[in-house]
């Protein structure tokens, strides 16, 4: 344990004839070694500085990275399934520094360390390695969080996103499935549900009188995931796509609305690969999408037609910025659709006065018909 310090006035002298200040503890009782520390102009100098050391060798502040996240994994209140993730996450930082104390990561060794990292989760483990150090200094175990000072994050670039280039494309993959799953794939491209919301829908989240789709679940990982809020729980209009997918579904007693062939929830890891590329390739697609494409599909079909993204957004379960990032290049002819319709709305703007009756054309003045005279 660390004694209180002493704080003294060194015989030295300063260039200029004042004192100089210094300070010395112990660090594991009276028979161990008493570091001391000079230099300081003023005694307040030294106190401050002799704080910063006794604070720094608290005994609070020689917990390891591995204890601190073991921690923060107990206390944090999340779904089990963001616990799971959060763990995974954690571990490539715990297995580089676990056994390093707190006060002694570097910001250089983590800059390091993220380099080493795959693209693909690169930067989901440096926010979970800066969250579990944010908490490190709410509880006083830190001054300051040494993976965001000097640790740059940048997002991960994104893979490409491939929509299906038409509803001829998407028919001809949904004719090489069964009869539940070929309707779920155009029913998916019409509405935009997640693939694990898709599997998770009840025959009680379709409303056709009108003419939406409740979405209220997922289905992750093999468990049922609830919408965090009431106010979570969106509804999807339903176009005329997903009302037909809707009446080609066989009859069924069971209360999911694509079940799997033998009942139950579709497992989506064996459906991509024994069904979702086969059909592909049998239907010459080319390149090869995934499930989740079809959501792109929605979305870019969806700007093509003229949706705005604060609709989409709604209907999508996503934010305004998300949509813009992720879909709003997909619309190739955005900016033709947006000229168009602000042509057509000043065209239909200059025909009419402000009192609502339609601008009569002028006549010319009067010295300019006198000229033409």
């Known amino acids: ?18 004192a100089v200040w210094a300070y010395r503890y112990r660090v594991n009782g009276s028979r161990s070694k008493r570091p001391q520390v000079g230099g300081f102009a003023t005694r307040a100098q030294a106190e401050r500085a002799l704080r910063r050391e006794l604070e720094r060798l608290r005994p609070g502040r020689q917990v390891m990275l591995a204890e601190l996240v073991e921690e923060y994994l107990r206390v944090h209140q999340a779904a089990p399934a963001t616990i799971e993730k959060l763990r995974w996450l954690l571990a490539k930082a715990t297995a580089a520094f ?26 989901e483990a440096t926010q979970a390695l800066r969250q579990v150090l944010n908490a490190a200094v709410a509880w006083q175990l830190l001054d300051v969080n040494p993976a965001r000072r000097g640790v740059a994050n940048p997002l991960r670039r994104f893979p490409e996103k491939r929509p299906f280039e038409s509803w001829e494309e998407i028919r001809a993959v ?43 679940r997922q289905f992750v990982r093999g468990q049922i995931k609830q919408t965090k809020t009431r106010r979570s729980v969106r509804a999807v209009p339903l176009q005329g796509a997903a009302l037909e997918a809707l009446d080609q579904l066989p009859e069924s007693d069971g209360s999911l609305l694509f079940p799997a062939a033998r009942g139950g929830y579709l497992d989506l890891h064996n459906f991509r690969a024994r069904e979702w590329r086969p059909a592909q390739i049998a239907a010459r697609i080319d390149p090869i999408r995934r499930p989740y494409d079809l959501r792109h599909t929605y979305a870019t079909f969806a700007l093509r037609a003229g949706i705005s993204i ?64």
């Open 310 to 373: 604060f609709d989409l957004s709604r209907f999508m379960g996503a934010s305004l910025a998300m949509i813009d990032k992720h879909y709003g290049h997909l619309a190739r002819d955005g900016r033709q659709h947006a000229i168009a319709l602000l042509d057509a709305y000043a065209r239909d703007t200059a025909a009419w006065t402000p009192n609502g009756r339609r601008a009569r054309q002028r006549k010319p003045a009067r010295r300019q018909r006198q000229r033409r005279r």
């Open 174 to 216: 949904a004719a090489q499935h069964g009869p539940v799953t070929g309707p779920m794939i155009v029913f998916g491209a019409a509405t935009g549900l997640r693939p694990a919301e898709l599997v998770a829908l009840e025959q009680r989240d379709v409303d056709c009188g009108g003419g939406v789709v409740f979405v209220r």
């Open 1 to 18: 344990m660390a004694q209180h310090g002493q704080v003294l006035k060194l015989r030295a002298r300063r260039s200029d004839g004042k």
């Open 98 to 123: 676990g056994e390093v104390r707190l006060v002694d990561l570097r910001a250089d060794e983590i800059c390091g360390w993220r380099r080493t990292l795959p693209e693909g989760h690169r930067f």
